[in-house]
């Protein structure tokens, strides 16, 4: 059974940067099957998507948050993490990972999902 | 990006009841369409992948349908622990979009 578990600082400075990390456990983040992804919600709000990435490296990011976003992989450690740089007030958000698949079935669907950790930007 | 429209954006329905949600997309997605359930201070949930596949474990009172750019979420018959908020989600191109949401609650 695989399960995603975030971890990392629950409050960040503005202008700061917001470090995430995902913990892959009971199964291999290297299995090639999966993108994994990062996704964020608003207190109240709905959900908006971060980017993913691919056990190579390979990266996907929201244009929205492209120019401040970077996800990396440590396939040793089984995880992923996010670095979200000069944030705001705006980031503040509980703070998902999630795991999807490449091919069908299932197809970019978001299948496993971390607990989500809340984080606020304030000062 | 893909805009995602949910209709309503909040529901209320007694026990038992047929409850349809809609998710409108602002271009044609094919049915790369997913459905999620989302409970109080919890993830969201996996409940229909490509528009109308039950996920598995899934209780069979959910579905799905719909293509192009119209799609719509049923409960046949509603239970308690429907109590959710269920979001659509496109994935015919990143970045990949969620509609707002659908708050159901018990009357």
Avoid at chain 1, 33 to 45: E, H, T
Avoid at chain 1, 55 to 64: A, D, K, Q, R, W
Avoid at chain 2, 60 to 79: A, K, V
Wanted: glycine share 8%; charged share 15%.
């Amino acid at each position: 059974q695989v399960q995603l578990q975030e971890s990392g600082p629950g409050l960040v400075k503005p202008s700061q940067t917001l470090s995430l990390t995902c913990t892959v456990s009971g199964g291999s983040i290297s299995s090639g099957s999966y993108y994994w992804s990062w996704i964020r919600q608003p207190a109240g709000k709905g959900l908006e998507w971060i980017g993913r990435i691919y056990t190579s490296g390979s990266t996907n990011y929201n244009p929205s948050l492209k120019s401040r976003v970077t996800i990396s992989v440590d396939t040793s450690k089984n995880q992923f993490s996010l670095k979200l740089s000069s944030v705001t007030a705006a980031d503040t958000a509980v703070y998902y990972c999630a795991r999807d698949e490449i091919t069908p079935p299932r197809r970019d669907a978001f299948d496993i999902w971390g607990q989500g950790t809340m984080v606020t930007v304030s000062s | 990006d893909i805009q995602m429209t949910q209709s309503p954006s909040s529901l209320s329905a007694s026990v038992g009841d047929r409850v349809t949600i809609t998710c409108q997309a602002s271009q044609d997605i094919s049915n790369y369409l997913n459905w999620y359930q989302q409970k109080p201070g919890k993830a969201p949930k996996l409940l229909i992948y490509d528009a109308s596949n039950l996920e598995t474990g899934v209780p069979s009172r959910f579905s799905g349908s719909g293509s192009g750019t119209d799609f719509t979420f049923t409960i046949s018959s509603l239970q308690p622990e429907d109590i959710a908020t269920y979001y659509c989600q496109q994935y015919d191109n990143l970045p990949h979009t969620f509609g707002q949401g659908t708050k159901l609650e018990i009357k």
